[in-house]
C-alpha cells in the first residue's frame, strides 16, 4: 500500500482509500433515503428505467395511506393507524435533524428529506470521526425502512385491497433480470413465526394483527388460513 500523498486528491494509502470508502457508503445511504432513482437495474439495454420513490417517501406513503394522520398526511378514513411507521418518521426526523444542527448546516424546510439531501451535499467535507458514527445509524434507518414497507417474509393473500381507494387485487413489479413480475397485491407479514399484520404492495396501506380477524371476514378463507397457522 503506498504512503499518504498530503494534498494529493487522488492518493492511495490506505487511510484515503477507507475515507474514500465511508464517504461513499454515507452518501450511499442518504441517497436511499431521501433521492428518488432510475432502476436500469430492471430493465434491458434502450427501456425506460421506472423510478423507485426514495425510502423517505416511502415511509410517509405508509402513514398518507392509514387513518390518523400523525406528522405527515391526512389518513384515510377508515383504515387503522400505522403506528410503526409514525414513530420511525418521528424518530428519523429528530435523528437527521440533529445532524445537520451538529454540522452547523441547518436550512429550511425542516423536514427529514431536506436535512438528508443538506447532508449528501455536504458528506465531502465532514469530519471523518463524526462520519464514522452517523454512517451506522443512516444505514440502520435505510434498513429498518426497508424491512418494514418490504418485508422480507411475506405470504400473499388473495382479494381486493380493503384501502377504499386502492381495491387492486394484482401488484406488479420487475425482478433482478428486468422480467416483468406480478402477485396478489396484499401479503401477510411475519415476525418469528408469527403473523405480524397485512400490507397492500400497490399502495402501502398496512393493518396489524388485531384487525386481521375482521378482514379475513371480508376478503377470503386464505387470510383465514394463514392466521390459523398456515402460509
Not at 110 to 115: G, V
Not at 168 to 173: F, V
Request: hydrophobic residues 40%; glycine residues 10%.
Amino acid at each position: 500500500m503506498p504512503e499518504h500523498v498530503v494534498d494529493d486528491p487522488g492518493c492511495g494509502c490506505w487511510g484515503c482509500v477507507e475515507e474514500t470508502s465511508l464517504r461513499s457508503r454515507a452518501s450511499s445511504a442518504l441517497g436511499l433515503l431521501a433521492k428518488e432513482r432510475r432502476r436500469v437495474d430492471l430493465v434491458g439495454i434502450g427501456e425506460d428505467a421506472p423510478v423507485e420513490y426514495c425510502l423517505i417517501d416511502q415511509l410517509q406513503q405508509c402513514l398518507t395511506n392509514s387513518a390518523g394522520g400523525a406528522n405527515v398526511g391526512r389518513g384515510r378514513p377508515g383504515l387503522p393507524y400505522d403506528v410503526a411507521a409514525s414513530e420511525m418518521w418521528t424518530a428519523l426526523w429528530l435523528d437527521l435533524r440533529n445532524d445537520v444542527m451538529d454540522c452547523a448546516i441547518f436550512s429550511e424546510p425542516d423536514t427529514p428529506q431536506h436535512h438528508a439531501l443538506v447532508l449528501v451535499e455536504a458528506v465531502d467535507g465532514l469530519p471523518v470521526d463524526w462520519l464514522e458514527q452517523r454512517v451506522l445509524v443512516w444505514e440502520f434507518w435505510c434498513r429498518s425502512i426497508q424491512a418494514h414497507v418490504h418485508p422480507s417474509r411475506k405470504t400473499p393473500v388473495e382479494g381486493p385491497c380493503p384501502n377504499p381507494e386502492c381495491r387492486q387485487t394484482r401488484w406488479a413489479s420487475y425482478d433482478e433480470e428486468g422480467d416483468r413480475v406480478s402477485d396478489t397485491a396484499l401479503v401477510v407479514t411475519w415476525e418469528a413465526d408469527v403473523v405480524s399484520g397485512m400490507m397492500c404492495r400497490c399502495c402501502f396501506s398496512a393493518w396489524g394483527r388485531g384487525d386481521l380477524l375482521g378482514l379475513a371476514q371480508v376478503l377470503n378463507e386464505n387470510l383465514g388460513q394463514v392466521l390459523a397457522g398456515g402460509g
